[in-house]
Structures are given as C-alpha cells and as structure tokens.
C-alpha cells in the first residue's frame, strides 16, 4: 500500500468519526416521531409523524408532501420547522416513492394523498380548520389542488409543478390543472433558479389573482396570498433555506392565530456528506487490499498511442480523424438513438418512471459503441482495440463485485440517514438485476471509449473529464429530445445535478479498480452502481 494510500484511509477514518458529533449538533430531542403505513380505500400510504415531546394533544396539525422523485425523509426538515412549531407534522411517501411499492401517476399521487387526509379526518386524528397542507413540487401542486376535497386553514406551496398549460415543448409535462377554487391563505415560493415551467406559471397565475394580499383582513376572510421569489436558490435548497422558515412561520402564525415568536431553525449540519467523504478516501486502500494490483501493464501503466486514443487527438486536427473519435460516434449515435426512443423503448418493462428511457438510451449507445469498437479492431482503429485489456480473472470480478455492493450499501446506508431515502425496497430490488446487464454494456463501451489508463495522477483527472464530456453528450441529446421532440422525460434533466455528482463518484471509483485490476472489473463495479442509481431514485411505474 502507498503512502497516499494510507494517508487518505486515516483523513477518511477520521471524517466518518467526526460525523457522529457532528450529526448531533442539530438538537431535535425536544421532538418525537412514529411511522407508520395507513391502508385507505386504494393506497397504503407510509408516513413520519413528528410532535414536540411538551404537546400531549397538539391542536394544530401539517401534511407534508414531497416531489417527484423524492421522498419523505428529503423533505423532514420542513416537517421538524412544523413540530418545533407546536404543530403535529405528517410527512408522506407518495406512490412509487420511498417506502411505498405502488405504481406511480400524478392522478394517483393526488387521489392517495386526498385518502389519506379523509383517514385522518375520519379518524378525528386532524381537523381541517386547523390543518395545513405544505407541498414541494408535485407535492405542491397536489397540496393546492387538494383544496376541491379538503378544506385546510392555510397552503404553502414551495416550488409548485406547473398548473397552466405551458407552450411547447413543456405542454406534455404539466401534470395538473389549477383546482376549482384557490386554497384559503396560500403562500408560494419560487426559487431564482427553479426550471422555467414552474417559474412562468405560478408567476402567471398569481398574477391573474391579482397578486399579493396579505393584509390582516385578508387572512381573516381567508384569502390572504403571497408568491415570494427566493434569490440565489434552486429547487432543492427552498426546503433547507432559513428565509423561507421565516417567512413560512410568520404565515402560518398569521393564518392560524398562533402567537408569534421566533422560528426555531438552524441550517442541517450535512454530516452525511462528511461521512461520505470519508467513505470515498478509504476507497483506494480499500480497493488495494482487497484486489491488489493486478491490471497488466498494457491496461494500467503504459502512455496511451495516439493512433488508438479518441482523446489524444487535437482540437484542430483533419474532420476525418474527429469522424472517427469517440466524441463523434456518441453525438451521432445519440441522435439516432432520440429519434428511435420515440417509438420503442426496450426497457420499458422494468417499470420506472423516466428510468426506463435513461437505462435503455445506455443501453443502446452502449451496444453502438461495441459493436463499432469490434469492427474497428483490426488495423489502426480510432477507437481503443481490445488489445491489453486486461483484468479477466475471476478472482477479480468477485472482488470488484464485493466493493460495488459493500460501497452501494454504505452510501445508501449514510443517504438514508440524514437526506435522502435510496434503500431499495422489495419492489426496487426486483428491478435491480434487470438493470445490470444494460448497465454492463452500457460501463464496457465507456471504458472502450476511455481507453487504457496513463501513467501518472494527472491521468485520473485527464480520464474524468473525458467521461464527463461523454455523459454530457448524452445528457445533451435527451434534453433536446426533451425540447424539440416532445419526449416527455422531464426528470433527467431535473436530476442532472444529481447524475453529475453521482458520475464523478463511480468514474473515480472505477478508474481506481481499473488500475488495479484492469477494464472488466472496472466495468463491473461501474454497472453495479448505475444499476442501483437508477433503481433507488426513478419512480415505480
């Protein structure tokens, strides 16, 4: 083991340590929670139910609705605003989202949503004069439409999905239409940097209102309104940000007669994400002692020969070496392969939302980019041949498998805890192995296209940014299939911050076992992650 080697595992150590404290300094012990699933007519909803330990019989109650593609542990800490609050807060799983293994629409994420409020009715458990429904995107929207069923005393909808019809090519993904009559003291934030289609319609629509009316008599008949435009935010960060806690305490402090004082919040620590750094700088000593360094010399060690590396051509070279890159046959292959998506997606059948069109567009530049490196590896190709790839024991994809799955399972484990909800359940579980083969293909052709590894650390940058650069092709052509075909598949680009963050993690990691034990293994481990990526984060369909 080298010296960098071991220096990184004892900061990486020392960071998992330090996130114990660190998780701790944001007190809540004057909170309780209790899960539970909730069987109604159609729907088994599974929710958190937060409440200050001083409230035996809290009066005022908050339903917590999340987005699209989240969950309800991404959006507790709107939920423990609420119950620092003195407010008892609800915090739901929508269909096909975190615990639940039902299948997804937005007609159904509202009917669940409105059986799950008439349960709790039923039940006496709320009161809808002194409820307040609190949504997030699609949940947002859900939460104002809900008001053509229930009654609440206040709405606050941060980032609400679109409710007007919007110009193409978004007019395909405006899931909801404005309700009959508007909720009673409705206060909507929008984030400067929110995808336009949410910014231009609630814009629009608050407008056609008439805009703001906030004064004391407008809460008292119950039409108070407000849209407040958060600067320097995005879509996420609305449910984490101090000025929208203030601002939603002093609303629902208005609309609720409570007494006014000032809103306990304190940013989250993010003690996942020191946690998580340190999992990663462990990864290379871990990656070492359990596959060695096995990777021949051709795979790992040697300068890469122009004549066989798509990235070590210049930018100014002839227009039929650049045909020839790897840069080239992606964006051809990527129009291609948005034009074809529009008639047949193959894996339509693993059933998730928007990730069954990701998976199958893998897959399908995957196998492109295969078979064209197979037909080019005789002679001087201009992708990387097969030759000197190296790393085909069986002892090394065992160990590559090991270190996916122990890494997956880790980084799930560290998510869950404090962000974000991406342990598989059963149904996701089902969906998993069903991914890894078009994962597989999909990770081999990156590695053809990467080509073997250089000497030295500047290399594992070089390499980085080379994959990057094709993931960015490939975002690129599904977005435009987005805007200009009307593809419909909204939540990739969405969650591109995400896939971003996502890629660097699994192309480091990668780059590490590939140096250690050649492509394959490298290949293997990438196409486990993508598998459970994918798996964990799409909706059940």
Not at 43 to 49: I, L
Not at 276 to 292: E, N, Q, W, Y
Not at 450 to 473: E, H, M, N, Q, Y
Not at 512 to 517: F, K, L, S, T
Request: proline share 7%; with cysteine.
């Amino acid at each position: 083991m080298k010296r960098w080697e071991i220096i990184s595992t004892v900061v990486g150590l020392s960071l998992l340590l330090a996130a114990v404290p660190l998780s701790l300094s944001q007190d809540f012990s004057v909170l309780n929670s209790q899960e539970a699933a909730h069987r109604t007519t159609k729907c088994t909803v599974h929710s958190t139910n937060f409440v200050h330990t001083s409230d035996s019989a809290p009066g005022y109650t908050a339903v917590i609705m999340h987005g699209l593609s989240a969950n309800r542990k991404l959006i507790e800490p709107v939920a423990r605003w609420m119950a620092v609050a003195h407010l008892r807060a609800y915090v739901i799983d929508l269909p096909g989202h975190g615990d639940s293994d039902e299948s997804f629409s937005f007609e159904r994420a509202e009917q669940c949503a409105a059986e799950f409020l008439a349960t709790l009715t039923t039940r006496g458990e709320i009161d809808p004069a002194r409820t307040v429904l609190i949504g997030h995107s699609t949940g947002a929207g859900i939460a104002i439409r809900l008001t053509n069923r229930f009654d609440a005393a206040a709405t606050i909808a941060i980032s609400p999905a679109p409710l007007t019809p919007q110009p193409p090519p978004f007019d395909a993904a405006t899931p909801y239409t404005l309700p009959n009559r508007l909720p009673a003291n409705l206060l909507v934030f929008i984030a400067s940097l929110d995808p336009y289609p949410i910014r231009r319609s609630a814009k629009e629509w608050i407008a056609r209102l008439g805009g703001t009316r906030d004064t004391d008599g407008d809460f008292a008949a119950r039409r108070a309104l407000r849209l407040t435009d958060v600067p320097r935010a995005n879509h996420t960060s609305l449910l984490v940000d101090k000025d929208v806690a203030r601002e939603t305490a002093d609303w629902l402090q208005r609309a609720l007669n409570l007494e006014r004082h000032t809103p306990y919040f304190r940013t989250p620590p993010f003690a996942f994400a020191v946690a998580l750094l340190g999992l990663f700088l462990t990864f290379p000593a871990a990656s070492t002692l359990i596959l060695g360094r096995t990777a021949t010399a051709a795979d790992s060690t040697s300068p890469l020969p122009d004549s066989a590396a798509p990235f070590a051509t210049p930018v100014a070279s002839s227009l039929g070496r650049l045909a020839g890159s790897a840069y080239m046959l992606w964006a051809v292959a990527s129009v291609i392969i948005a034009l074809l998506l529009q008639l047949w997606v193959p894996l339509r059948p693993v059933r998730l939302f928007s990730g069954d069109y990701l998976a199958s567009f893998l897959l399908l530049i995957g196998l492109i980019t295969i078979a064209t490196t197979f037909k080019r590896a005789s002679g001087a190709p201009p992708l990387p041949s097969l030759q000197g790839w190296g790393g085909f024991s069986s002892r090394s994809l065992l160990a590559s498998v090991l270190l996916a799955f122990a890494f997956f399972l880790a980084a799930s484990w560290l998510l869950s805890w404090q962000l974000t909800d991406v342990w598989l359940n059963s149904a996701r579980w089902l969906r998993f192995p069903w991914l890894l083969l078009p994962m597989f293909i999909y990770a081999l052709a990156e590695e053809f296209a990467l080509g073997p590894p250089r000497s030295g650390k500047a290399d594992v940058f070089r390499r980085l940014g080379r994959a990057l650069t094709l993931r960015l092709i490939l975002l690129t052509a599904m977005t435009a299939a987005l805007l200009l075909l009307n593809s419909n598949q909204i939540l990739i680009p969405l969650l591109a911050h995400f896939m971003l963050l996502f890629s660097i993690c699994q192309r480091l990691g990668a780059d590490a076992i590939r140096r250690r034990a050649g492509g394959m293994a490298a290949a293997v481990f990438s196409a486990i992650l993508a598998a459970w990526y994918i798996a964990a984060v799409f909706p059940l369909l």
